[in-house]
């Protein structure tokens, strides 16, 4: 079906246009009248939920202002059709970050983004407008205090995701140019708000769990939060630059921008401060980033072997520790001068509306099988840490009882891996019993 465009409507596309922060960018396009909204995503068919339903979204897409098109980046037939008639393409879909499937990750990031710039050239849109990552620049081992758009990319980075993002991104700055196409980047950091589905119910459930009472690191570590309406604000600006012509679009095109809320404040404070909004306490017990990391690579072994069994994502990674204990703040000073980007929401502010929409979330709303939950990590944290003093004893130290330690060793390991094994082996290893 070829998409019929009239000369009157602007159109634009946002594809990854169902998560996180493009739902916050679709809703600010429409309230604000400025394009008519084409969302692209993975799913066959759009399912809005009731508060979208009867909201603004659900208005547009019922007056035709708004348009759902299911579209694999990765397919190229499917990218160009749903590129068609536009004006503009946020490009803002990315696969999974806290998965290192390199894969994956390059297939959408790298391919994908090839996929997306190539479409547009080919149906002649005007404006690509890429949603990069901060992590480009990080290389998983040194902090980053303040850093501006003149850091270039490491020789090796944290994780598959970053460094596919990165090769994505050079993509889309090379694109400037190109049959007429208008390119730039923005690299949010660390977005947080309302409609959040990482940070915040990983965060409450890592509390309900028992696990929030831990700081990786010494706790010190800066970072850059940014409230989702901020992200989504950037894009408009760099959208308006784009638009602008003359010496504002010469500058602001073919360029990187870092967006932040221009508030640093410590990690594990800003961790702090929504726990506590949420009425969970805060973290207190300092753990060495050096220990977790062992752990931290045996869980990720593990996922490799059982995630096909239905092993669920690990939140405990190396490259998540790696973020979890280093400094990563940026200069958003690029941005205001060329953009003409400024916060709108002050971080507090932000922190503010984002516990007001997570009151659900609250300890009164707790669910009581997730006491046994707790119980369950704590036995894992005992039997981690007799792991890990076992192996030091056993191979490092020098204590003769090599003959008891070793079947100590095994029998730790077996009960760890037992503890995180997925329910289906487990129920496997049941019916065999009966």
């Given amino acids: 079906m070829v998409m019929e465009v009239t000369e009157t409507e602007h159109w634009c596309v946002v594809t990854g246009g169902r998560g996180f922060a493009a739902r916050h960018l679709v809703e600010m396009l429409v309230r604000h009248e400025m394009f008519h909204v084409r969302i692209a995503d993975l799913a066959p068919a759009i399912q809005l939920e009731a508060h979208e339903e009867t909201g603004l979204l659900g208005e547009a897409m019922r007056s035709g202002r708004v348009h759902y098109v299911s579209a694999d980046l990765r397919d190229k037939a499917q990218v160009i059709k749903s590129f068609q008639g536009a004006e503009v393409v946020f490009h803002m879909a990315a696969p999974d970050s806290s998965i290192n499937n390199y894969k994956l990750h390059y297939s959408v990031n790298v391919q994908g983004t090839t996929n997306v710039i190539d479409a547009c050239v080919e149906v002649g849109v005007k404006r690509l407008i890429y949603t990069s990552s901060p992590s480009v620049v990080f290389d998983g081992v040194n902090s ?14 944290n994780d598959s995701y970053s460094a596919t993002k990165a090769k994505g991104e050079a993509l889309v700055i090379e694109a400037n140019g190109r049959n007429g196409l208008l390119t730039c980047c923005i690299r ?29 690191g010494d706790g010190s570590n800066f970072y850059d939060f940014t409230y989702v309406e901020n992200v989504v604000h950037a894009h ?48 207190s017990i300092k753990i060495p980033a050096i220990i977790m990391m062992p752990i931290a690579h045996l869980v990720e072994l593990v996922y490799k072997l059982l995630g096909p069994y239905g092993m669920k994502v690990p939140q405990l990674t190396p490259s998540r520790v790696r973020l979890l204990s280093c400094s990563r703040t940026f200069d958003s000073s690029k941005a205001k001068e060329l953009l003409g980007y400024a916060p709108v929401v002050p971080l507090q502010e932000g922190i503010k509306r984002t516990i007001d929409s997570f009151t659900h979330l609250t300890p009164q709303n707790q669910p009581k099988k997730e006491v046994n939950d707790r119980i369950q ?25 090599s003959a008891v330690l070793i079947p100590v060793l095994v029998a730790s390991m077996i009960f760890f891996f037992r503890g995180i094994f997925p329910e289906k082996m487990k129920l496997l290893g049941s019916k065999k019993d009966n």
């Fill in 188 to 216: 949010p950091s660390s977005i947080f708000g309302p409609g959040d589905r990482l940070l915040v119910p990983s965060l409450v459930a890592a509390a309900r769990a028992g696990k929030s009472k831990f700081i990786i």
């Fill in 236 to 283: 408009i600006c760099a959208e308006r630059a784009l638009a602008s012509g003359g010496e504002v679009c010469a500058k602001a095109a073919g360029q990187a921008y870092f967006i932040t809320n221009m508030e640093p404040i410590k990690f594990w404070e800003f961790m702090s401060l929504l726990l506590e909004g949420l009425g969970y306490d805060r973290p």
């Fill in 377 to 401: 990590w704590k036995k894992q944290i005992v039997i981690a840490i007799v792991i890990l003093i076992t192996l030091y004893l056993n191979f490092v130290a020098t204590t003769g009882y």
């Fill in 144 to 157: 980053i205090l303040n850093a501006n758009e003149t850091m270039p990319y490491p020789s090796k980075h």
